[in-house]
C-alpha cells in the first residue's frame, strides 16, 4: 500500500513536472499493483503507458483467478499470491477471474509515443 | 405448502394427488410417481414397500483450505465421513457435488480420497471450480474421476428406479457470466433423458445452482433454464448442487432444487456480506454451519425427502 502510494506520489510529481515543462513523457518502465479484495478488482479500471508492468495481489481467502482471454492467464492466486504482466502493446484489456467470473476490470494501455498533454 | 395445491402445466394436478392420498385411511394407499397413479396395496404393505432407498450428498469439501474459517478442512470432512459411517441404515451410494480440493493439487485430491473411502460407498462426483485449476485444467481430475464420462465429466447412471445425472457447469466460464453448462452437454442431455419415461424420478447434481440464487455474486447457471427445459416432462425432478456452502431450497412445479452445506467452511447469505468469501464464525458455532444431506426415495412418492444434518446441533 505504502509502495503503491510513493509511486503514485512520485507518478503525479513526475507528470506535473512534465506538464509544466510541456514535454513528452519519457518511456521509462511502471510498475503498478492491482490488488484484490471482497472478490473485487482495485482498481477495476486502469490506464497506463506501453511498458507498465501490473502485478495483482490477492488479499482475500479464496483463490482467484486473472484472465484476459487471448492475452495472459495467471496461475490460481492463493492468499498473498502474487501475478505480474508487462503491458507492451497499447489497447483494451478486459479481464475477469476464471473462478468467479462476475469479477471483471479492465486495463487501459496507452502507446508511448503520445505527450502527456494530450490527456 | 403451496406448491401442492397448484396444478402442474403438464401431469396430474397435486391436488388431485392428494385427494388419492386421502384413500390411504379406507386401507389402498393411492399415489402418483410422475402423473401415473400407482396402487401401493394395503398400508400395511406400503409401509412395508415404500421404506426407500437412501443416497448422500456431501459438497464443497475444499481439502487444502486452511484459513481462518476453518484451519482444518480435511478434519472436519473426516468429521463429515464419520457421521456416514454412524448411520443406522446403511446409504446405497454417495454424490459428492464438487469443489473435492481447494486448489487442485495432487496431494489434495489424495488426502480427500484416503477421508472419503472411508466411508467404503460408492461415490459419484461431479467437479467444482476448484478441481479444474491444475496446470492442465481439469486434466487431474478427468484423470482420477472421469472414467465412463462424456466431455468435462457429466455422466447418468440409474438406481432404484432413479435416473441420476451428473452434470458439470465450471468449465469455460466467460467474464460476467454464471455458471455454463453449454452447448454439447445441453445435447447430450437432451439424447440422455429422451428414452426415458416421464414416470422416471430424475436426480440432477451439479456443483453451482442450476437455478439463479444470487446473480451478483454469480450464484447461478447461465444455461440452466435450458436443461430445466428437457426435464419438464418429468413429473419428479430433484436438483441438488454445492457451491453457495449454505441450504437453500425451492420448489417449482415438479422440481425440487436444494442445495447442500460444506464440510469446510459457511458462506454468507446472498448480499448478507461485501462478497460471498468463507465466513469466520465463533469456533463453537462452525460445525452447525458445515454437514451433509441425505435423500430417500420412495417409490411412489414425487417428492424426494431432503435431510440435512449438521455436523454438530
Redesign the interface.
Known sequence: MKIHDVRRGAFAAALLLGLALGLASAAHAEEIEVKID???FAPRTLTVKAGTTVTWINE????H?V?S?GHFRS??L??GDRFTFTFTTAGSF???C?????M?ASITVEATTGSLNSH | MSAHDEDTADGVSRRKVLECMTWAGTGVLWTVAGGIPTSLGIMGEAAAQTSGMTFLQISDSHVGFD???NPNALGTLEEAINKVKALPARPAFMIHTGDIT???KEKEFDDAQKIISQAGLDVHYVPG??DI?D?ERGKMYLDRYGKNTKGAGWYSFDSNGVHFVGLVNVVD??????GTLGDEQLAWLENDLKAKSASAPIVVFAHIPLWVVY????WGTDDGAKALALLKRFGSVTVLNGHIHQVMQKVEGNVTFHTARSTAFPQPAPGSA?????MKVPDDKLRGLLGIASVTFKPGSERLAIVDQPLQG
Open positions: 471482497n472478490f473485487t482475500d481467502d479464496i483463490p483467478t484472465v482471454t496461475k490460481p492463493d492468499t478486459q479481464y475477469f476464471s473462478l468467479h467470473p462476475h471483471q | 484459513k481462518p474459517a481447494h486448489l487442485s471450480e476448484h485449476i496446470d466460464l466467460k467474464g460476467g457470466g454464471l446473480e451478483t455474486w454469480g461485501p462478497s460471498p468469501g468463507p
